[in-house]
């Protein structure tokens, strides 16, 4: 009997199976995604100046807990907050979380510096001073921040109706100044995840922003005659809609297999098309603020194997690319993370990282409903040719419901 021959079109009717197509498309799609992203963010960002020097990453949003793990959150991801850092994270919500928080962060001068500038009083000598004393210094300040957020499995949606943080250097121009860069937020956001194939995980967050935006260099003669160092009233203000999109590729999530690392992928800001509308909250003059700049975040999770109570992992990011002040090591986030739980009432976490190069450590305990997070890590405020850490603190406390 003889074998019929194989058609030679016969591998046109080999069925590729739908997991490989996705792999298929998939890599060059986040690849030119990516490159598109990065162009047009660094083709933005030269439009943007403020009236005072700022070699900072201002983060819209930040965790605490992250912080303390050198802010290397975008493939974990698994808790409320991953409705900023990368909202795929929702979709692996097992229950709901209703969390309701105050925090507030400094570093170790600004306390320093608002002392001996109050002391000073209405001397303009005396005042410059006080202020020649911390020549070189950043102080950085995040008044105290209130916010509510709920997330449940694929979905949440949060209200930050305050939050103001500073950042100001000092130095010597044509008299003793003060540097001002100052951001006040109100933001509203809601995020959705959905699952993509076998492993993968699609999510997006959607952003309203109210922001006001002060930038000024202050000499030692205006805080003599009672000058703030941030006066809202002479501010940029601008309200803008935005949206962040994020990956998760999760292998075998959850089963301690380090060598099957998560990867997340973050396009933040994606229209950046600024802060066009005008409410006068605090300032009736019409000014825009800076745009928030679309940036990209990519991000890698190790689950390292689990022991009694303790989940440990490990996280590297490299971040907001495309953002004008962005280097590869200012991009750069490491963090190690020892979670643990001895009952569903009862857990907390100890971590460590790197944050921009500077080291960083936090900790967190939950009694009940009562959450406490407590983190310290450095950031980079110098340029690219001179570095120069801002040693920072943060301390959030919450109900979780």
């Not at 922001?211 to 803008?240: C, H, M, P, W």
């Not at 921009?356 to 305990?365: C, V």
Request: glycine letters at 10%; charged letters at 20%.
């Amino acid at each position: 009997m003889t074998t019929p021959l194989a058609s030679p079109l016969a591998f046109q009717t080999t069925k590729i199976p739908a997991r490989r197509l996705r792999a298929i498309f998939l890599v060059p799609f986040l690849g030119a995604l990516l490159f598109l992203c990065l162009y047009a963010g660094m083709a933005l960002a030269a439009t943007v100046s403020g009236q005072a020097p700022d070699y900072t990453i201002h983060q819209e949003y930040t965790s605490t807990r992250a912080l303390g793990m050198g802010n290397a959150f975008v493939a974990v991801a698994d808790d409320f907050s991953a409705l900023f850092y990368n909202p795929a994270g929702l979709l692996y919500r097992e229950n709901s979380q209703l969390r309701l928080l105050i925090r507030a962060g400094m570093d170790k001068d600004a306390l320093d510096l608002k002392k001996d500038i109050d002391n000073a009083g209405k001397d303009p000598i005396a005042v410059e001073n006080a202020i020649e004393k911390h020549y070189g210094e950043h102080v950085y300040f995040r008044a105290p921040t209130l916010g509510g957020i709920l997330v449940r499995p694929k979905w949440g949606i949060a209200i930050i109706p305050v939050d103001l943080s500073v950042d100001a250097a000092l130095h010597q121009s044509l008299a003793a100044s003060v540097f001002v860069n100052a951001y006040m937020d109100t933001t509203i956001a809601y995020g959705h995840a959905s699952k993509w194939g076998k492993h993968w995980a699609f999510g997006w967050t959607v952003k309203a922003i109210n922001r006001a935006y002060y930038s000024d260099v202050l000499q030692s003669a205006q805080f003599a005659t009672g000058e703030k160092i941030v006066n809202l009233g002479r501010a940029a203000e601008g309200a803008t809609l935005d949206a962040d999109i994020g990956f998760l590729y999760n292998s075998k999530r959850g089963e301690g297999r380090w060598y099957e690392p998560s990867i997340g992928l973050v396009v933040r800001n994606i229209f950046d098309y600024g802060f066009p509308k005008h409410f006068g909250l605090f300032n009736k003059i019409p000014i825009e603020p800076p745009k928030l700049q679309r940036r990209v975040d990519l991000g890698f999770k190790f689950d390292l194997p689990a022991f009694w109570v303790f989940d440990p992992k490990l996280a590297i990011d490299e971040r907001d690319m495309g953002h004008r002040n962005w280097t590869p090591l200012k991009g750069l986030h490491i963090g190690a993370e020892m979670y643990w739980k001895m009952a569903r009432w009862w857990r907390g976490h100890w971590s460590v990282g790197l944050n921009q190069g500077y080291p960083t450590a936090g900790f967190g305990g939950k009694l009940g409903i009562f959450q406490l997070d407590v983190a310290t890590w450095g950031e980079e405020v110098g340029t690219s040719k001179s570095r120069k850490e801002s040693r920072r603190y943060i301390a959030e406390a919450s109900l979780d419901f």
